[in-house]
């Protein structure tokens, strides 16, 4: 992780910042990172672990196989890969949510030592989409998480920086668990599409598919992100 900067060009100034976020703000959000991290990490892990064919087989039973150009056998070989890494990239993501959550508490504690014995405010824009990041987690609503996150972010950056920077950086810290699952389940298609003879097909739908969703996902995250802290900017 990269070791993060105190900010040494707002130290002193006023704003709509006012006062900065305390520390125990930081061990909540690390601590948060690190269950969500850890109960992803579990549920995916048991998942894995119970997938059975048998029961996948007649969980498919209602599914109209001819309309998609395979036999049930076929469709269940293909989607026995794909949910596996499915449940994988959940793992993965997962842990990389509580490694994440600890660096993060490690690295603001080291910042603010830093802060403390300069003079100088602890806040850095990457902190801010952090916290950003963290408050959209709690959102249930997709679109509106996104606007409150970045305004979050927005609301905390200093008025010399970019508000909007920091909104999209929150749209896109808060994007990396997805991206890992995301990518798990492309290469789960592609994987499951080669063992029915279908790998053309695998890479059409898991490579060039996932490779439009991600895009998409990334555009939308961090302009809705970058829409939240300009607004912010701006309304507070």
Same mark, same amino acid.
């Given at each position: ?105 490690? $690295?603001?504690?080291? *910042? ?11 806040? *850095? ?36 920086? $970019? ?74």
């Amino acid at each position: 992780m990269t070791a993060e900067r105190s900010n040494t060009t707002d130290a002193g100034r006023t704003g709509h910042t006012g006062t900065e976020v305390p520390g125990i703000v930081d061990w909540v959000v690390g601590l948060f990172a690190a269950l969500v991290g850890a109960g992803m990490a579990v549920g995916g892990g048991v998942a894995y672990w119970v997938l059975d064919r048998g029961e996948l087989e007649s969980g498919l039973t209602d599914v109209p196989v001819l309309d998609l150009g395979l036999t049930r056998g076929e469709l269940v070989t293909a989607a026995l890969p794909a949910l596996e890494w499915l449940f994988i990239g959940i793992v993965a993501s997962g842990l990389v949510l509580v490694a994440g959550g600890v660096g993060f508490v490690l $690295s603001r504690r080291r *910042t603010r030592r830093r802060a403390t014995q300069a003079g100088e405010t602890p806040g *850095t824009v990457w902190a801010h989409a952090v916290y950003g990041a963290a408050t959209a987690a709690l959102v249930p609503v997709a679109p509106l998480s996104g606007l409150v996150g970045g305004g979050v972010a927005g609301y905390l950056e200093p008025p010399a920086r $970019s508000s909007s920077r920091a909104g999209a950086l929150a749209g896109l810290v808060g994007l990396i668990p997805a991206i890992g699952i995301l990518a798990a389940g492309a290469v789960g298609v592609v994987v499951g599409a080669s063992a029915v003879g279908e790998l053309n097909a695998g890479l059409l739908i898991g490579g060039l598919g996932g490779g439009a969703l991600l895009a998409v996902l990334v555009a939308l995250s961090a302009g809705l992100g970058a829409l939240g802290g300009a607004l912010a900017d701006r309304l507070v």
